[in-house]
């Protein structure tokens, strides 16, 4: 009886990891990364006012070898001025990316550099994940509840 159970339990656990695809498992590289202000890489975005930050964009490519489009995915990096401190300590999610297809693709994300930091920058250990879903409410869907750094980037 007690083997019976435990064959039963071990043959559930070997199934279940079999079956069940890991998100984690899914290789995400970035590459040809690039920091340029909004004014030059997006002309139509305009920093709003009251802001301490410049708007820059982190331009390059994403290589996705999973079997079809993932929906959200989170681009994390470490940001380090001409000085060599880091612009964003504390804060290695800098943006994410929507549907991203199969094989290499390019990507966009802006990025609230503060004004104190001094260019160039410097782009350390890149990655991307699949984000993990976070239920929220919005009683609107238009641009106007988007804020202003998760609008879309006219090219």
Partial sequence: ??????????????????????????????????????????????????????????DGEIK????????????????YDASGEEVLPNRPRIGSINNVPVGTSQFSVRVPIPSFAVPPFTIKKAKAKVAIPVPTISKDSSDEDILPLERSIES
Avoid: H
């Fill in 1 to 58: 009886m007690k083997n019976t159970i435990l064959s039963i339990v071990f043959v559930f656990c070997l199934s279940f990891f079999t079956v069940v695809p890991s998100a984690e498992s899914l290789d995400l590289e970035l590459s040809q990364l690039d920091l340029v202000k909004c004014d030059t890489a997006d002309p139509a975005s305009k920093q709003p006012k009251g802001y301490r930050s410049g708007c820059y964009i982190l």
């Fill in 64 to 79: 996705s070898t999973a079997k079809s489009l993932i929906k959200d995915v989170d681009v994390f990096a470490f940001i």
